[in-house]
């Protein structure tokens, strides 16, 4: 993890390095074990495809967690983070293949909110096979 960055160190437009998330169906399987989450239109084409799906979809709260370990990795304590938000726009959808998908992150510091409680706005961009998965993705981060 990174060192604690401090408020001084911050301005409106600084960019958080970027992040890379690969998913495969693996993937998927090991985060239903860990959350609890086995709604098949994660593991099962069929059922997926029944519901209106185009294929196995990856979960919503895992693609919200991927997206803020941009910003617990740049602010250097996840306790950092005291609020964080999205909208769901499209699923992540993750071919059988051996490619599966890839999630892109990027984050850029959009405003500086409170000089006292020395918090900053992080905007984030989602993407997956060139769409955007999340909108309105946003974390409160007060730095030290």
């Given amino acids: ?9 911050v301005e409106v437009g600084t960019e ?18 860990a959350s609890g989450d086995f709604n ?12 209106g799906l185009p294929d196995v979809i990856a979960h919503g709260m895992f693609t919200m967690a991927s997206a803020a370990r941009v910003v617990t ?3 250097g304590d996840p306790g950092a983070v005291v609020e964080y938000g999205v909208r769901f ?8 293949d051996d490619k ?12 500086r909110l409170d ?3 020395r918090t900053v706005r992080v905007d984030l961009t989602v993407t997956a096979a060139g769409q955007k ?12």
């Fill in 89 to 96: 726009t499209k699923p992540v959808v993750v071919p059988d």
């Fill in 16 to 33: 958080l390095p970027p992040l890379s998330v690969p998913v495969s169906r693996a993937t998927l399987v090991r985060y239903a074990g």
């Fill in 133 to 144: 998965v999340l909108g309105m993705s946003r974390a409160v981060v007060r730095l030290a």
């Fill in 73 to 75: 990795a740049w602010a």
């Fill in 1 to 9: 993890m990174a060192a604690r960055l401090t408020y001084d160190e």
């Fill in 115 to 117: 000089d006292e409680a």
């Fill in 100 to 111: 599966g998908a890839l999630i892109e992150i990027t984050g850029k510091v959009a405003a």
């Fill in 40 to 51: 098949p239109i994660h593991w099962n084409e069929r059922f997926a495809r029944e519901v």
